[in-house]
């Protein structure tokens, strides 16, 4: 693994790196709004793609690498994440095939920035459907988020996740999987939704 830091507008983030060496692909994972890149379900997405012989890029926000827990805003972390996207594909990532996506608020980031990145394809795993509840008025929804994206993409999803489960679409294939928005509670059906999908997306 390789880690390196890269300047942002908001500041450095970090991206890990596996297994660039004779890749044909790669996938670029976010993390979730309060946990790192060590994550059950990124790291069972990162087993997934390494079994396909796709490269591997967590890229850490500048908000967790400066140490606060509380993200930035959207357009910050939009900035943020297209910087070291840009950064991986002159360099590290150059000429492969890229999928990007992330977990919960990664995935978010991955789907507004999806056009801009050049990506083929998005994976969301425990995309946040509608956020918590804080007052009697329903909170919106973020499926327009999820809309908005018209590349093939993949959402893993809890089969009990407290924000929702999104729909299935033309374009989108959702696949429930025992446990909540942690997506803890069985690696290996994580692991094999995304095995799946990856064989499709970017071939064997």
């Known amino acids: 693994m390789t880690v390196l830091e890269v300047d942002t507008p908001h500041g450095p983030a970090r991206a890990h790196v596996h297994g660039r060496t004779g890749a044909r692909a790669a996938l670029v994972l976010g993390h979730g709004a309060g946990g790192g890149v060590e994550a059950p379900d ?3 997405a990162r087993d997934a793609a390494r079994s396909q012989g796709i490269a591997v890029a967590f890229v850490e926000q500048p908000y967790r690498v400066a140490g606060r827990r ?4 959207a357009p910050q972390l ?3 994440w297209t910087a070291v996207l840009e950064r991986l594909r002159a ?3 150059a000429d492969l095939t890229l999928v990007v996506g992330g977990r919960s608020l990664g995935a978010r980031v991955a789907c507004r920035t999806a056009e801009a990145t050049g990506a083929v394809a998005v ?4 995309f946040p459907l509608v956020p918590p509840r804080r ?3 329903p909170p919106p929804s973020r499926l327009p988020e999820l809309d908005a994206v018209t590349l093939p993409t993949l959402v893993v999803q809890g089969e ?4 929702g489960i999104p729909p299935p679409s033309r374009s989108r294939e959702v696949v429930t999987v025992p446990g909540d928005h942690g997506l803890k ?4 059906a994580v692991t094999k939704a995304v095995r799946t999908w990856l064989a499709r997306i970017v071939g064997r």
């Open 42 to 44: 990124l790291v069972a």
């Open 123 to 126: 994976l969301c795993l425990a």
């Open 160 to 163: 009990r996740d407290p924000f």
């Open 70 to 73: 509380s993200p930035a805003p």
């Open 185 to 188: 509670a069985d690696h290996e």
């Open 91 to 93: 360099d590290e990532l």
């Open 135 to 137: 007052s009697s008025t």
């Open 78 to 80: 939009d900035a943020a």
